[in-house]
């Protein structure tokens, strides 16, 4: 009898340990499932968005500290991004962020491994990375698998040390992700990825683009952008443009920096980046400080297609909106910065106030409703150009074209300057003013 509780003890023991270490098994692997199978739709878009963030802003990284093998997480950015960190550790609620203000920049950091395992690394499993980055990945995820075991031998020890010397930087090899898979990207990814690799842009004052940008050792997901934008086209033409379009199909540009190995996306057509891509931005969640960039750019972009652009007013609110677009930061030089933006915001509401230049609904190209609009209000298109320095007419002025202008200035007659900055009262170099009339108080 005695030998027989003995034995149901020892049994109960054992059975109590299987179920204790298959109880702790279980819920480390169920936390990870549980926390992505419990999200709903608008959590799912929000991962997606944060894979194409971190395709943009990420890093794996494995690093040796006294023997031991460690592993991190890590999004580092401007200190203006601090709330759009904390809201990626509030969603996923794994991790630090931390903030060094002698060097204005905060980072998103996990390097718990627990949190690593469970939560980190099944997030990129479902919502894979679509750039090279993807790479780091796989290899900085076979490290964890390894890191994971009860005992690591020194065999274990260097392969992972092997993967973390071949990942980030000192990556020699880019094979393609998957021999028979095909990259999609998806709205949310390329909107993380736009907040991390991308430009709002208006160039030489005028020009209104969107750049996305990407070193050529992902050439797979550059062409996957291409043809996500492309589709785009197709999207918008069928539910808003109708069987009278005659807006002209999306292009994309690409070039490249020989210098970085930087490939750049550009789109700069008005009517694509107002009807195929501007509904997309409209309907998307921006979580960083470049979402204060698009609300601005979108203005500028508004601005131009309804065509108040071609009106002094809004001319010169779209100058002023050039001025300040991706020179944002708190750190930077501009002064009043918040007062500015206000002040921007307040003219572009009493600029839509106004009939606009341009029917849209007709979807007419841009290009046709400029040129109607130059030959209806040719009479009332300067023909003379002062140009001001310090108040007084500089040599040759007034003149008689926009050419001789730019000519007097040193520029090519073909310079889009003297249509930038005429009647806007803006200075062109910090010292020009140029006008259809002259100045009351100017002198020769």
């Not at 204005?104 to 690394?121: P, R």
């Not at 990207?185 to 969107?210: C, D, H, Q, R």
């Not at 001001?388 to 202008?405: M, Q, R, T, V």
Request: proline share 2%; aromatic share 12%; net charge positive.
């Amino acid at each position: 009898l005695t030998l027989m509780v003995i034995f149901l003890i020892v049994l109960t023991f054992k059975v109590r340990r299987v179920k204790f270490k298959m109880g702790r098994d279980f819920s480390n692997r169920s936390s990870s499932v549980k926390f992505l199978d419990r999200e709903n739709y608008s959590n799912s878009s929000f991962l997606r968005w944060f894979a194409g963030f971190t395709d943009g802003e990420g890093n794996f990284l494995i690093s040796l500290d006294r023997g031991f093998i460690r592993f991190r997480f890590k999004i580092c950015m401007h200190i203006d991004n601090l709330e759009a960190l904390n809201i990626i550790k509030s969603k996923l609620k794994v991790g630090n962020v931390t903030v060094e203000k002698d060097r204005n920049i905060c980072s998103f950091v996990v390097q718990n491994f627990t949190e690593i395992k469970d939560v980190i690394c099944p997030i990129f499993i479902q919502f894979p990375l679509l750039t090279s980055k993807r790479l780091d990945f796989q290899d900085f995820h076979k490290a964890v698998l390894i890191k994971n075991k009860n005992y690591l031998s020194d065999t274990d020890k260097e392969r992972i040390i092997s993967l973390k010397n071949g990942m980030n930087s000192k990556r020699e090899i880019f094979r393609s992700f998957s021999i028979n898979s095909q990259i999609n990207v998806n709205p949310a990814w390329f909107i993380g990825f736009i907040e991390g690799e991308g430009t709002f842009g208006i160039k030489t004052g005028s020009s209104i683009y969107l750049q996305v940008a990407q070193k050529n050792t992902s050439i797979e997901s550059l062409n996957a952008i291409i043809a996500f934008l492309t589709s785009l086209q197709s999207r918008q033409g069928k539910s808003s443009l109708g069987k009278a379009n005659r807006i002209l199909p999306l292009n994309v540009v690409s070039t490249i920096n020989k210098k970085t190995n930087v490939v750049s996306l550009v789109v700069s057509s008005v009517d694509a980046l107002y009807y195929y891509i501007l509904p997309l931005l409209d309907n998307s969640t921006m979580y960083t400080h470049k979402a204060m960039d698009f609300k601005l750019w979108r203005m500028a972009l508004i601005l131009k297609i309804h065509g108040y652009y071609y009106l002094p007013t809004g001319k010169k609110l779209f100058l002023d909106i050039s001025e300040i677009l991706n020179k944002r930061y708190s750190t930077g030089s501009i002064k009043d910065l918040d007062l500015i933006i206000i002040d921007i915001f307040n003219r572009y509401k009493a600029i839509l106030l106004t009939d606009p230049p341009f029917n849209v609904d007709n979807n007419i190209a841009h290009t046709d409703n400029v040129r109607k609009f130059r030959l209806d209000n040719k009479s009332s298109i300067a023909k003379t150009i002062y140009i001001y320095e310090k108040g007084k007419l500089i040599k040759g002025s007034p003149f008689n074209s926009y050419s001789d202008a730019h000519k007097a200035l040193g520029l090519k007659s073909t310079s889009n300057t003297c249509n930038r900055y005429i009647d806007t009262n803006r200075l062109y170099k910090s010292k020009y003013i140029f006008t259809s009339n002259p100045i009351m108080g100017g002198s020769n």
